[in-house]
Nanobody
Framework: QVQLVESGGGSVQAGGSLTLACVAS????????IAWFRQPPGKGRERIAS???????VYADSVKGRFTISKDNAKNTLYLQMSSLKPEDSAMYYC??????????????WGQGTQVTVSS
């Protein structure tokens, strides 16, 4: 079992920045991929950034160049640095881990989510 706990969400004006953190505990197998998903109100969940088992990062086109995913293995913590935020980035952000991260079907563990709201 893996427990994922996100933090760092909040309200920010367009153009601002936020950094989300996700602390993992339990069976933190490095072979799992880890990712950030988000779900805007009334819409489905979207994978926005992930680190695959080979160690490289993959981003959705909607956040490429603005968001950076990173991890601190010593702290078992995954980060998402978000800059140049837009109102359309407003969503519940979820940390996830699983066998593969390009689709929800591969995710075995979810965090509880942290809300990000960007005002214009």
């Amino acid at each position: 079992q893996v427990q994922l706990v996100e933090s760092g969400g909040g309200s920010v004006q367009a153009g601002g920045s936020l950094t989300l953190a996700c602390v993992a505990s339990g069976d933190t197998d490095s072979r799992r991929c880890i990712a950030w998903f988000r779900q805007p109100p009334g819409k489905g969940r979207e994978r926005i950034a992930s680190i695959v088992s080979a160690g490289y990062a993959v981003y959705a086109d909607s956040v490429k160049g603005r968001f950076t995913i990173s991890k601190d293995n010593a702290k078992n913590t995954l980060y998402l640095q978000m800059s140049s935020l837009k109102p359309e980035d407003s969503a519940m952000y979820y940390c996830a881990a699983g066998r593969y991260c390009y689709a929800e079907s591969g995710i075995d563990y979810w965090g509880q989510g942290t809300q990000v709201t960007v005002s214009s």
